[in-house]
């Protein structure tokens, strides 16, 4: 599967964003979808992640409350709706696909990643 990420930009402390994640091929709907930020010099690091049929969710202690994940299977496409922004969400943001299964955290577990989209919030 290819994915391919957008949405990102530059918006002020306290903004929103909502960046997508377009899978091409038609087994998306078998995929868990997680999304990654890394900002630099830091590893990539867990955001959020969910299942294939959209019933779960889980998300970083750092963005629980003001990140909600969802996808449209029908659109093969994961969002990442990022509200209540803060200068140090800002990174580069990856999408990635895991085979089916449970969510995980790690990202040596996902199986296909996106290009990255930059994330910049400014103070």
């Known amino acids: 599967v290819q994915l391919q990420a957008s949405g990102g930009g530059l918006v002020q402390a306290g903004g929103s964003l909502r960046l997508s994640c377009a899978a091409s091929g038609r087994t998306f709907s078998r995929y868990t979808m997680g999304w990654f930020c890394q900002a630099p010099g830091k590893e990539r690091e867990f955001v959020a992640a969910?299942?294939?049929?959209?019933?779960?969710?889980y998300y970083a202690d750092s963005v629980k409350g003001r990140f909600t994940i969802s996808r449209d299977n029908a659109k093969s496409t994961v969002y990442l709706q990022m509200d209540s922004l803060k200068p140090e969400d800002t990174a580069v943001y990856y999408c990635?696909?895991?085979?089916?299964?449970?969510?995980?955290?790690?990202?040596?577990?996902?199986?296909?990643w996106g290009q990255g989209t930059q994330v910049t919030v400014s103070s």
């Open positions: 990635a696909a895991k085979r089916l299964g449970l969510i995980v955290t790690s990202k040596d577990m996902y199986d296909y």
């Open positions: 969910i299942t294939s049929s959209g019933d779960t969710t």
